[in-house]
Every structure is written in C-alpha cells, then in structure tokens.
C-alpha cells in the first residue's frame, strides 16, 4: 500500500515568508499528527486530526501555525509568517486508530524547513 | 506531562557486536513503547514495540525489555549489521492521550 507522502521534502523560506506543508495519509487513515525534530532534539508533537476535526492541538508553538484537514483526507500545515525558531523537519503520521491506545503510526518522509 | 530521555545520543560498534540503547520515562501511566528507526534520507519506521503488561520481547536480532517500576525501556540489538545504522527513536504513550513522546533519538554506526 501507498505509504504517507508529504510535499515538499525540502523547503528554503526567508524569515516573514509564508510556507505551506502537505501531508498525504494512508488511505482509510481518520488519525493524522504533524510532529517536528528541531536540530538534535526530541520529536514532539504538534496535533492530531480525527478526520477532519482537530482532536488535540496542544502542541502547536503559536497561532503563525494552522493546520487544516479539509474532507478527512489530506492536512496542510502553514506558517505564517515563518521565523528562524521555525526550522526543522515536520513529520506527519497516521493511523487507524488513536496511537495512544498502542496503534501503530506510520510516518512520512519529513519535510525539512530552513528559515534564513 | 511525559518526559522521555534517551541515551546515548551517538553510538559506535564494530560489526557483529551487540548495541543497547536506554529510555526512561516519567509518567506511570504511559502503557505502550514503540521503537522507530530511521535510515538517512528515509522515513522513521515502526521496528518493535511493548506493552507494559510484558517484560520483554524479542524479533530475531532486536529485543526490547521494559522496568515498569524504575520507568526504563531499552533497545537491544545483537549481531549488528552495517544496516542496522540508522537513527533510533524510543517513544512512550498511554490510554488517554494521543500522542507518541519521543526521546532525542540514538545515532547508531555499525563499523564494517
């Protein structure tokens, strides 16, 4: 099966630019999360779409984040406007059922954002 | 809210000897520990997990034992590989929530 894609793989934006990510689940997928490794650090997480509702968002850093999952099917993360802090590599995930029951997630790739 | 350290952050072996990577973990509720491992330029990729009702499991080369009472997991590997480089994560999550806390992740060099 088609694993989870997201769009772009690399990103270079100027500090005050506006940058939108892609995530593509897998297929049948209702739970989608966005997380992101700053250099060196944890993964951590940003939020979790049930379909296209956000089911918990606590992790998002501020309100130049939105995330959006328009029809359940694929999200877009957008910043805006991007800042130095902001950069890193932004994971998306999904899964059948919520992972904090023990469900596997399956990752995408990761898109690399360098704000300069 | 849960807090998850992992050591050591780089780690070198010559091949065919045996890896351990150690997690700890903060909040007694966390129930589930799954491991990901990500080669360079790839995706993170589920390879073992456990639950908190078992000791320990084993899937041919890899192995993970898991302390309830002193809050610790680890990630054993036995007869490494050059494949087996890659970056490991460790990851602890519980019932009520939903969502994967992760360590800093293990960088792992298997030496040919």
């Known amino acids: 099966e088609a694993g989870v894609t997201q769009f772009p793989s690399h990103s270079v934006i100027e500090k005050g630019q506006t940058v939108t990510l892609r995530c593509d689940p897998i297929s049948g997928h209702d739970n989608l999360y966005w997380y992101r490794r700053v250099m060196g650090k944890e993964i951590k997480f940003l939020l979790h779409f049930v379909k296209e509702s956000k089911q918990d968002e606590s992790g998002m850093p501020n309100n130049r984040f939105l995330a959006e999952r328009t029809g359940g099917t694929y999200s877009t993360l957008k910043v805006q406007p991007a800042e130095l802090e902001d950069s890193g590599v932004y994971f998306c995930?999904?899964?059948?059922?919520?992972?904090?029951?023990?469900?596997?997630?399956?990752f995408g790739q990761g898109t690399r954002l360098t704000v300069v | 809210g849960e807090n998850v350290e992992q050591h050591p952050s780089t780690l070198s072996v010559q091949e065919g000897d045996s890896a351990v990577i150690k997690c700890t973990y903060s909040?007694?509720?966390?129930?589930?520990f799954p491991w990901y491992k990500q080669e360079l330029g790839k995706r993170p990729q589920l390879i073992i997990d456990i639950r908190s009702n078992v000791g320990e499991k084993k899937d041919q080369r890899i192995a993970v034992t898991l302390n309830k009472t002193a809050k610790h997991f680890s990630l054993h590997i036995t007869e490494t590989q050059p494949e087996d480089s890659a970056v490991y994560f460790c990851?602890?999550?519980?019932?009520?929530?939903?969502?994967?806390?992760f360590g800093t992740g293990t960088s792992l060099t298997v030496i040919p």
């Open positions: 909040d007694s509720a966390s129930n589930y």
């Open positions: 995930a999904s899964s059948q059922a919520p992972t904090g029951v023990g469900t596997e997630a399956f």
């Open positions: 990851a602890a999550s519980k019932n009520t929530g939903n969502q994967f806390y």
